[in-house]
């Protein structure tokens, strides 16, 4: 069944729609996110040979190796995040091989936040209460360790909007670049989407383009036989070919028509012209393969688009 020129125009337009409007809503939506950034960790007790002999206590219990770790609470997103969003408070958990001595404020943006902090010594955990974080603010803790922070504090959380906290490490460790190559994986891989999204748009443009002109020249041809039949020289025939046949594939149009155009290269007569003219009628009435083309990629668009995008 041939295609309306109205219809490929609107079969066009919806491609388009299809793939770029998911994207600018991917792109340009609210946007809910919490991070937690790992500023530093520094062993305040220097391993020194005379240390060894000293018992340094906090609190009556014995200090094996004091660490320091400055982090950051930040709201990394574009939308504020209120205590009505809140179901759980952020819970900041230590390894139990580094236990948590205690927890103080360094500072916070704006300077009007309010904070809570509750240290759980017995689960070494460190929950922190806020009634409202907008875009950009902050909190930033340090966190005294009975130990090394060898591992990254495991951060829980139920809030509205946020599936789950990032954790950035700051600091040059072994951890932090395993998280960076797989940071720079991920980079690649939308890069290769967004890649592979604007050649199936220009596919789908370009395809679309001569299959709307392939079906304009059919009715055209179709309204107006006389047209081809007026023509005067191989010349013609050749440039009519060239700018509105274009959407033939080269074995479709060496199928259909390189014989008969030859064949009048060589002898313009009547018997000749007439075999160039049923081919390129007959050419006319099969499916191009730009049309095949268009088809295909405006499938794969919209597959794409309702398996891989949530606003469908």
């Given at each position: 069944?041939?295609?309306?020129?109205?219809?490929?125009?609107?079969?066009?337009?919806?491609?388009?729609?299809?793939?770029?409007?998911?994207?600018?809503?991917?792109?340009?939506?609210?946007?809910?996110?919490?991070?937690?950034?790992?500023?530093?960790?520094?062993?305040?007790?220097?391993?020194?040979?005379?240390?060894?002999?000293?018992?340094?206590?906090?609190?009556?219990?014995?200090?094996?190796?004091?660490?320091?770790?400055?982090?950051?609470?930040?709201?990394?997103?574009?939308?504020?995040?209120?205590?009505?969003?809140?179901?759980?408070?952020?819970?900041?958990?230590?390894?139990?091989?580094?236990?948590?001595?205690?927890?103080?404020?360094?500072?916070?943006?704006?300077?009007?936040?309010?904070?809570?902090?509750?240290?759980?010594?017995?689960?070494?955990?460190?929950?922190?209460?806020?009634?409202?974080?907008?875009?950009?603010?902050?909190?930033?803790?340090?966190?005294?360790?009975?130990?090394p922070s060898?591992?990254?504090?495991?951060?829980?959380?139920?809030?509205?909007?946020?599936?789950?906290?990032?954790?950035?490490?700051?600091?040059?460790?072994?951890?932090?670049?395993?998280?960076?190559?797989?940071?720079?994986?991920?980079?690649?891989?939308?890069?290769?989407?967004?890649a592979g999204?604007?050649?199936?748009?220009?596919?789908?443009?370009?395809?679309?383009?001569?299959?709307?002109?392939?079906?304009?020249?059919?009715?055209?041809?179709?309204?107006?036989?006389d047209l081809?039949?007026?023509?005067?020289?191989?010349?013609?025939?050749?440039?009519?070919?060239?700018?509105?046949?274009?959407?033939?594939?080269?074995?479709?149009?060496?199928?259909?028509?390189?014989?008969?155009?030859?064949?009048?290269?060589?002898?313009?007569?009547?018997?000749?012209?007439?075999?160039?003219?049923?081919?390129?009628?007959?050419?006319?009435?099969?499916?191009?393969?730009?049309?095949?083309?268009?088809?295909?990629?405006?499938?794969?668009?919209?597959?794409?688009?309702?398996?891989?995008?949530?606003?469908?």
């Amino acid at each position: 069944m041939a295609w309306s020129k109205q219809n490929i125009i609107i079969s066009l337009l919806i491609a388009s729609a299809t793939i770029v409007l998911p994207i600018i809503y991917e792109e340009y939506s609210h946007r809910s996110e919490l991070g937690f950034r790992i500023e530093s960790s520094n062993s305040l007790l220097p391993a020194d040979p005379l240390l060894k002999d000293f018992l340094i206590t906090y609190q009556g219990k014995p200090i094996k190796n004091l660490t320091r770790m400055d982090c950051t609470f930040v709201n990394s997103g574009n939308t504020p995040i209120t205590s009505d969003d809140i179901i759980d408070e952020p819970i900041i958990s230590i390894p139990k091989d580094s236990g948590i001595i205690a927890v103080i404020p360094l500072n916070k943006e704006p300077q009007n936040l309010y904070v809570e902090l509750s240290l759980n010594l017995s689960k070494n955990e460190i929950k922190i209460k806020f009634n409202l974080l907008n875009p950009g603010d902050f909190i930033k803790l340090a966190i005294y360790l009975n130990g090394p922070s060898n591992e990254l504090p495991i951060i829980v959380a139920r809030i509205k909007g946020i599936k789950e906290i990032n954790v950035v490490n700051n600091i040059p460790t072994e951890i932090q670049t395993e998280k960076k190559a797989n940071n720079t994986m991920e980079n690649m891989i939308s890069i290769i989407k967004y890649a592979g999204i604007f050649l199936i748009i220009l596919f789908v443009l370009f395809g679309g383009k001569q299959t709307v002109n392939f079906h304009r020249t059919k009715n055209l041809v179709r309204k107006n036989p006389d047209l081809i039949k007026n023509f005067n020289n191989i010349n013609e025939f050749k440039n009519f070919i060239d700018k509105n046949l274009a959407a033939l594939g080269s074995d479709q149009k060496k199928k259909f028509l390189s014989k008969e155009i030859e064949n009048a290269e060589n002898d313009f007569s009547d018997e000749n012209k007439n075999k160039l003219i049923i081919a390129i009628n007959n050419a006319l009435n099969i499916r191009s393969a730009s049309e095949t083309t268009f088809i295909f990629f405006l499938i794969l668009s919209i597959g794409l688009v309702y398996f891989y995008w949530p606003i469908f």
